[in-house]
């Protein structure tokens, strides 16, 4: 199975920090060129995106040939969407508004075939090498890293009932959401916001599960990786963009005009 190991999954198992970026826009050369900047991970995005299983199959042979790990995030908990995901190669996925260890346990059926999951056998695809892989069938669950996020207060009141879930391998913080749920929508910086934060990424590794952020804020990082973040996000491609070219016109307003 070294032909589709998963370095990302090993690295994120041995709290090793794995440093991502958040990627929305859709265009193949963005995405080549962003695996080539040297992210160990970069997260593809279909929930607030409009990638479908078309583009993010586009996406991960744009990234085939670079270091940086794919990771994949359905629009939502759905077996069929994450079934085709797995077939056109996605090793690394996140799924979004987990809020239950039932709702877990449903995602780790979806990513392992029968009898202990309910992911359906594609004799030919590229996961496994177009029927090319010996064992795929029997070892590829192996390869899958299943990351859940909590997003919600229900989720965090169920935390380590989801972090135990056999076959959840890791779960993601998403402060957006959650500052939303807390009440304080928008507002990842409030105090309840971050101390939610600091305490589900805390219990999430007492658990011995690996622990994952996303901000673009630098203090809110360095606060997630002090409480035991080991896969942090700290850039969108779309916010990066748009900061760079508000940076590059205001220099040459204040230069030439």
């Not at 859940?148 to 169920?158: A, C, F, M, P, S």
Request: charged share 20%; hydrophobic share 45%.
């Amino acid at each position: 199975m070294e032909q589709i190991a998963n370095p990302f999954k090993r690295a994120i198992m041995a709290g090793q920090q794995q440093i991502g970026l958040w990627s929305t826009i859709r265009d193949n050369a963005a995405t080549e060129m962003l695996a080539n900047v040297g992210y160990d991970w970069m997260l593809l995005d279909c929930e607030h995106t409009p990638n479908d299983v078309v583009s993010i199959l586009n996406m991960l042979q744009a990234m085939s040939t670079y270091g940086t790990a794919p990771m994949v995030r359905p629009t939502e908990l759905n077996g069929a969407e994450i079934k085709r995901l797995l077939d056109i190669g996605a090793q690394n996925l996140l799924i979004p508004y987990v809020q239950t260890a039932e709702e877990a346990a449903y995602a780790a059926e979806a990513v392992d075939y029968a009898p202990r999951g309910f992911r359906g056998m594609g004799g030919s695809t590229r996961a496994n090498r177009f029927g090319t892989v010996p064992g795929y069938f029997t070892n590829a669950r192996d390869e899958i890293c299943l990351l859940v996020q909590i997003e919600t207060q229900k989720g965090l009141d169920n935390l380590e009932a989801i972090v135990n879930t056999p076959g959840v391998d890791g779960v993601f913080i998403g402060p957006a959401d959650l500052s939303a749920s807390l009440g304080h929508a928008g507002n990842a910086r409030h105090e309840d916001v971050k101390a939610a934060i600091v305490d589900a990424i805390k219990r999430i590794r007492a658990c011995g599960k690996p622990a994952g952020f996303l901000s673009t804020d630098p203090e809110l990082n360095a606060m997630a990786v002090q409480a035991g973040s080991v896969f942090t996000a700290v850039d969108v491609d779309m916010v990066a963009l748009q900061r760079v070219a508000r940076e590059q016109l205001k220099r040459a307003n204040e230069a030439f005009k």
